[in-house]
């Protein structure tokens, strides 16, 4: 009934299979791997006919993670898995990107790739088998894809190198970078680093792109016994209408090239193409709308790359290396914790740093377990900042993915969460885009989280790469404009400090790139960093000496935890009630750290002595004012250190004989109080008559004689 075909290798200390026949079979292609204990299922179809009148290629790649993989049962009423997780989002745009380029030009097929996490054995994380699976489903099912494609994950733990390290090893390791590539050269690149090197970073990208060459032979070996008949696709050929599309547009093309100023450049291109359509109306053409928009893209390309390859100078007037005009702003808001605004050119981030208290934390459900995250990032991206109208409120993958590319090239600078206890959120708003408005968010939020009094370890800037490649000459371009991205071959991001890189993002459209080339590019990003960093200097140079007006203070103190419920009280009635009369957030956590936050420092002076008086050990000798609680016959009982009572026996009231306690004392007297022991029963000894009731003062052995 089924015809299974199954590969095996040891890949990193562990045994990775791919198996296709046996599941999805009515899918174009549907590869089964499995590696440890980890299995995902990779499914690809294809429509069999082209979209019509589309000038793009139809992809979409969704990676979902079941919770009965890690043996769970998802939260909620519906009990059922939702909207996809960020964690979802971001490994379908991993995916993705490496495959995207490598579709046959012109293929407009809808084609949808499906990852779904089968089994998860909380070790190996799922995003790089997914991608393996993928590559396999896609190079077995016929459709027009020029893999396959491998990939791998490279941690750096004393100095070298480790190929898929597990889960619960990446926290001491100093990068968390993940490769993908084709035989011959590196496609994609997604990582985290702790300030390393340049020469690291490309070395750890090296050693990715060889330590995946087995797993691409092992798909190679899998597609010659099993692949589907390769699809009878040939793209359509337009070479004999591009003299024409030349003839027509190229003088208004290279004329609104020529302009630097973006939107000018925009409205000259927009009347050069709609005069070559309206000339091609007039007469008898079969051409349709996409096909000539993308010829006129074509042109478009030709002109721009081939001047950047022969003069040096791009479309604004700089030269290969200079970064636009820089201006970093800090606290130009009121009332915010922390603020800034770094606008590059035409690119321009608004940032602003919230911080918070533990009760502000994510908390995050994922398959491998549920954690708490203190660090937050939230990347928009308005329709106004391209001068548009648009959809808003809505977060596409995009912006996810944006926002954590600055979250991981941050997190590298975060102070220790014990010298820092504050939960922080930056929001980046794009206020204006022509370019890399993902690295002037890095730069925003760096400026942002200082100006609120965040104590980074160093200020950390970002700046976007790109390259122009034709056969075996090319041009590496820093801090890249909009139109260099669209038309160009690499987006090539590098974020870091001055000691390192922190993160490291690459794209390529075309079918990869060389050592060589990644090697000018992390020289030639240095240099970009160095130049920003220096910018931003002019404005703040470290964090703030301290917070801003209106944001929360933490104070922390360490409690036994055997007076965790003391303070907790039964359903947490003690605590509301701290909170409620001071004022002061109250955190109290397992091992007996209590964080107390508010704006007032009255409040937390207020809860924090509460707090004490409720944890703390009373001291014998020293003296202490109470209430009177309760008159008796033989003494009254004071109330002296929290909810501590204690009795005065009618004997230590007054230096003299007194005859009864109510000729004394009444309820709810204030009175002064020596702690002077514990009986055999640890029944607490209070003395009023050492204690001058008016001072507070112990009455010394010379005047307790007279």
Known sequence: MFKITKKTIQWGGRELTLETGHVARQADGAVLATYGDTTVLATIVSDRHPKPNLDF????????????????????????????????????????????????KGFKNETQVIITCMSHDLENDPDILGLVAASAALTISGVPFQGPIGGARVGFFDGEYRLNPLIDDLPDSD??????????????????????????????????HREMQPVIDMIVDMAEECAKEPWDFQPPDLSAHEAQIRELAEDGLRAAYAEQVKQVRQEKISAAKKAAKAALAEGETELSDNDIGGLLKGLESDIVRTSILDTSSRIDGRDLSTVRPIVAETGVLPRTHGSSIFTRGETQAFVVTTLGTGDDEQLIDALAGTYRESFMLHYNFPPFSVGETGRTGFTGRREVGHGKLAWRALRAVL???????????????????????????????SLAMMDAGVPLKRPVAGIAMGLIKEGERFAVLSDILGDEDHLGDMDFKVAGTSEGITSLQMDIKITGI???????????????????????????????????????RIETIKIPVDKIRDVIGAGGKVIREIVEVTGAKV????????????SDGPSIEAALKWIRSLTAEPEVGV???????????????????????????????????????????????????????FDDRGKVRLSMKVVDQETGKEIKSEEKAD
Request: some cysteine.
């Open 57 to 104: 290629f139809p992809l979409t790649v969704n990676y979902q993670e079941k919770y009965f993989a890690a043996g769970k049962i998802p939260g909620g009423f519906f009990k059922r898995e939702g909207r996809p997780t960020e964690k979802e989002t971001l490994t379908s745009r991993l995916i993705d990107r490496p495959i995207r380029p490598l579709f046959v």
């Open 175 to 208: 990068l968390d970078l993940i490769v993908a590539g084709t035989k011959d050269a590196v496609l994609m690149v997604e990582s985290e680093a702790s300030e390393l090197s340049e020469d690291v970073m490309l070395g750890a990208v090296m050693f990715g």
């Open 415 to 445: 102070p220790a969460k014990d010298e820092f206890p504050y939960t922080i959120r930056n929001v980046s708003e794009i206020t204006e885009s022509n370019g890399s408005s993902s690295m002037a968010t890095v730069c925003g939020a």
């Open 514 to 552: 060389t050592e060589e080339i990644m090697q000018v590019a992390l020289t030639q990003a240095k240099g970009g960093r160095m130049h920003i960093l220096d910018e931003m200097n002019k404005d703040l140079t470290e964090a703030r000496p301290e917070l801003g007006e209106y944001a929360p």
């Open 587 to 598: 955190n109290v956590e397992d091992d007996g750290t209590v964080k107390v936050a508010s």
């Open 623 to 677: 003296i202490y004012e109470g209430k009177v609680v309760k008159v008796v016959d033989f003494g009254a009982f004071v109330n002296f250190f929290g909810p501590k009572d204690g009795l005065v026996h009618i004997s230590q009231l007054a230096p003299g004989r007194v005859e009864k306690v109510s000729d004394v004392l009444s309820e709810g007297q204030k009175v002064w109080v020596k702690l002077m022991g």
